[in-house]
């Protein structure tokens, strides 16, 4: 795979050297350098273009793009192949997730490692700097973590009580703290207040047929899905929630309106019809129904046509989802 050019119609001049290096696959191989390893999950990200898996004893491995050090190595030099990382040997990796270029880490004790980019905040650390290139401790005193998510330039962590938090860029309401962030900085230039330390979602909306914004009490989280700029939560109910950019009706809302807050998605608000599970693209969003149906909303490409709301996926219709995963 030809790592610096995924997402891009061109590689940037400085790394021209490497314009053909790696061959995009068009089957299934294996990692020779793996041997016989035994893999208990891989991770990626609709934003990412580098890869992570954690083998059966928990350490973490990472390749692909590494501009901003999100491989976690202490260094920016591209990785081929899966390799270590050292600096987490001590410890035993549960969960991951991988943003644009920047990556989180979990462990079994329920604290969070970032690195990668931290230009707007994304890495939790209290300040933004251009590249954080070993892991690093977020800074959080909470409960246990124990799931997490990265949108493109922004992340969600849940703690075990099913309280969510979010730190990064703010941009379009992704953080769900009811602003995006924007303010007018000198000669009329827009920039973003962007957070950086891990923040608490308080507040959980409905909107009503006649358009009345109701808060939503008692939401315990228990997923969290993040795409580029927009994120999904399932409530211990099996109510669903998002929030975030809205075009091309990623939300499912039926409208493309940005959400600053987490709004409820009305479809899974019902008896039996509730969610058993959330996943999300770059652009859209899926979820499985508690019956097992498989529901799609969004655009999966720019150019053609978007579902504004969830609506069964036809050819699957009949099928009992059990998991799936999407770039």
């Known amino acids: ?13 400085q790394q021209a050297a490497y314009r053909n290096l790696g061959q995009n696959l068009w089957g299934p191989h294996r990692y020779g350098s793996l041997g016989a390893l035994r893999v208990r999950s891989v991770v990626s990200g609709p934003c990412a273009a580098h890869s992570l898996l954690i083998t059966a004893e928990g350490r973490l491995w990472s390749w692909g793009r590494n501009e901003k050090g999100q491989l976690g190595h202490g260094d920016t030099k591209r990785v081929e192949a899966p390799r270590p990382i050292e600096a987490l040997g001590n410890e035993a990796i549960v969960a991951a997730a991988c943003g644009r270029n920047h990556t989180l880490a979990l462990t079994e004790s329920g604290s969070v490692f970032a690195f990668g980019e931290n230009k ?149 608000d019902f008896p039996g019809r509730g969610a058993s599970q959330i996943y999300a693209g770059y652009t859209c969003s899926f979820a499985v129904s508690e019956t097992g149906g498989l529901f799609f909303w969004g655009a999966t490409n720019t150019s053609r046509e978007s579902t504004m709301y969830p609506k069964a996926v036809q050819d699957l219709c009949g099928w009992k989802i059990r998991s799936l995963a999407c770039g």
């Open 120 to 268: 707007l905040g994304q890495l939790g650390l209290g300040n933004q700097t251009d590249a954080v290139p070993s892991p690093t401790q977020i800074l959080y005193n909470g409960q246990p973590i124990c799931k997490l998510g990265c949108g493109a330039e922004f992340s969600m962590v849940m703690d075990c009580k099913g309280n969510l938090y979010s730190f990064g860029c703010p941009e379009y309401g992704q953080l769900g703290h009811n602003s995006d962030g924007k303010f007018i900085a000198r000669a009329q230039r827009i920039e973003y207040d962007c957070e950086l330390l891990p923040r608490r979602l308080a507040l959980f909306v409905e909107r009503t047929k006649d358009g009345q914004v109701l808060p939503v009490p008692n939401v315990v989280v228990r997923d969290v899905a993040c795409g580029a700029n927009h994120t999904l939560v399932l409530d211990s109910q099996k109510r669903v929630f998002s929030w975030g950019f809205g075009g091309y009706g990623r939300l499912g809302h039926a409208e493309q309106k940005d959400e600053m807050v987490p709004r409820l998605v009305k479809l899974f």
């Open 1 to 13: 795979t030809n790592w610096d050019l995924i997402g891009r119609k061109e590689v940037p001049k």
